[in-house]
């Protein structure tokens, strides 16, 4: 099950090396081949006798990897693992690593690639989720979201490949099958693929609310979602967090007659592990209304096409 102790940081080494698995899916932005096969495929019990492994990443990462120089390209694609490109109307942005046996599952979702900067060196938020049949299996609904989210990847952007990968997940895997009652999910699986985030993230969040939270390296150039959230939500106070040196808000935001009223503020923070600084790429959204808070977090940035 996810971690007992939030004021430990979740080491995704360690969550990737504690257990071995028959089955991986993993959705990544970005990706590199050669952190992958030298490194993951030898290193990580999660894959390193895992035989099922389908990795679903951006187009346009698929392309760069296809067309790199000899001595960058992939020497194990289709033979070791699965390598699908995902052609989304914008950019196939999800951070989602589900592994499984047949009584078993980990579920690790959040802001990291599966890059050696995502999984080492950056300042990411995630969490992990385990079950077991009969002993762990608080999260099975979301497991059962996380599987049907992989399904739609395989019948949006059907191959032979990835529908026999996805096929061979569901018969080994027969507890992933059905879907759970939303109503007793203490976590949620939201996705895009059918509906605008933020529509569904309106629909979760009480009214009235207090305070919102924004962690994002990632703006646009233009501050108005900043209108979106007082115009949606009508929080009386908005903390919006970011890095200094990475972030891409712009002075337009700072501008904002909601900043200069102070209604809004804005907060640049440094983040380090063990006392190595850490660029932050961790994305969250934390809306505060009575004695309520809603945490939401995973790959979108506070951008509007995420």
């Not at 979201?145 to 080994?172: H, I, K």
């Not at 390296?217 to 990475?246: A, C, W």
Request: charged share 20%; proline share 5%.
């Amino acid at each position: 099950m996810a971690r007992t102790n939030k004021n430990v940081r979740l080491d995704l080494h360690d969550a990737l090396s504690r257990h071995t698995y028959h089955n991986a899916v993993l959705c990544t932005y970005t990706f590199e081949p050669l952190f992958f096969e030298d490194y993951c495929l030898e290193q990580f019990s999660a894959l390193t006798s895992n035989n099922n492994i389908s990795v679903c990443t951006d187009r346009g990462t698929y392309q760069k990897i296809a067309t790199a120089p000899e001595s960058q390209r992939a020497k194990q694609v289709n033979l070791r693992y699965l390598l699908t490109p995902i052609d989304t109307k914008g950019s196939f942005h999800p951070k989602l690593f589900l592994f499984s046996t047949k009584t078993s599952g980990r579920l690790i979702l959040g802001s990291a690639n599966f890059t050696r900067p995502g999984l080492t060196s950056n300042a990411e938020l995630a969490d992990v989720f385990d079950f077991d049949v009969g002993d762990q299996e608080e999260f099975l609904p979301l497991f059962q979201d996380a599987f049907a989210f992989v399904s739609s990847l395989a019948a949006g952007w059907p191959t032979d490949s990835l529908a026999s990968n996805v096929q061979e997940l569901r018969r080994t895997t027969p507890w992933l099958g059905g879907t759970a009652d939303p109503e007793i999910r203490s976590v949620r699986l939201l996705h895009n693929l059918d509906h605008a985030l933020w529509n569904q993230i309106m629909v979760m969040v009480p009214q009235p609310v207090d305070r919102i939270h924004v962690l994002s390296r990632f703006f646009d150039e233009s501050p108005v979602l900043i209108d979106r959230l007082m115009q949606d939500f009508g929080p009386k106070h908005l903390f919006l967090y970011t890095q200094n040196g990475v972030t891409t808000m712009t002075a337009d935001w700072l501008a904002h007659s909601c900043v200069r009223a102070g209604r809004a503020e804005i907060l640049l923070c440094t983040y380090e592990d063990e006392g190595r600084q850490q660029p932050l790429h961790a994305k969250a959204i934390i809306f505060e209304t009575g004695q309520t808070k809603i945490l939401v977090y995973g790959s979108a940035n506070f951008t509007a096409p995420d």
